[in-house]
């Protein structure tokens, strides 16, 4: 079972600025399975990246993902007051089996 | 349009038993997976496990193998989750969700909310 690992757990940041979120996995994730997700609070998490770098439709492009292999970055170039919300990370496909990281808490 | 139902918050007691369902439709429900995720009260989401309607292919994380079990219906296109003998600790938000074609999880259910309290 692949454990991903996100970090930090909590980013206190401001409006404007640039977010950098990890995720690092135990062992090489197929970068073709491997998403990113918004979750605010009360709300139904939101797929914001698949396959490590493509923004899912609708989502801005201050949102960037990248990373191979073992090290997966979400980066949020420009924050808006709407981006405070826990992010997540999610790799799926190996043996059908998917997990999810721990999450990171934005908060301004 | 692509819309996944949940059905309604339950309170229940332990040791009950339990059923909650997640109603599909705008597509093809046995041409795609369907999951299940947990969130306990402020944590975070656990993938608990995977079916397949077309031919009721089951996977289950390790931590809840066991301890749910996850059905399909391809009559209603719904899919379940249930439990046999509920625990406190079963409390959390289930969301149901679709993998898309490329595995990821892009559809989401509305949540139901379990509270199993004596």
């Known amino acids: 079972e692949i454990v991903l690992t996100q970090s930090p757990g909590t980013l206190s940041l401001s409006p404007g600025e640039r977010a950098t979120l990890s995720c690092r996995a135990s062992?090489?994730?197929?970068?073709?399975?491997l998403a990113w997700y918004q979750q605010k609070t009360g709300q139904t998490p939101r797929l914001l990246i698949y396959a490590a770098s493509i923004r899912s439709t609708g989502i801005p492009d201050r949102f960037r993902g990248s990373g191979s292999g073992t090290d997966f970055t979400l980066t949020i170039s420009r924050l808006e007051p709407e981006d405070f919300a826990v992010y997540y990370c999610l790799q799926y496909g190996s043996s059908l089996s998917y997990s999810f990281g721990q999450g990171t808490k934005l908060e301004i | 349009e692509v819309q996944l139902v949940q059905s309604g918050a339950q309170v229940k007691k332990p040791g009950e038993s339990l059923k909650i369902s997640c109603k599909t439709s705008?597509?093809?429900?046995?041409?795609?997976?369907i999951g299940w995720v947990r969130q306990m009260p402020g944590k975070g989401l656990e993938w608990m496990g995977n079916?397949?309607?077309?031919?009721?292919?089951?996977t289950y994380s390790p931590s809840f193998q066991g301890q749910v079990t996850i059905s399909a219906d391809r009559s209603t296109s719904t899919a379940y989750l249930q439990w046999s003998s509920l625990k406190a600790s079963d409390t959390a938000m289930y969301y149901c969700?679709?993998?898309?074609?490329?595995?990821?999880?892009?559809?989401w259910g509305q949540g139901t909310l379990i509270t199993v309290s004596s």
């Open positions: 705008g597509y093809s429900f046995t041409m795609f997976w």
């Open positions: 079916i397949y309607p077309d031919d009721y292919d089951t």
């Open positions: 969700a679709r993998p898309s074609i490329a595995g990821d999880f892009d559809y």
């Open positions: 062992q090489t994730v197929n970068s073709n399975y």
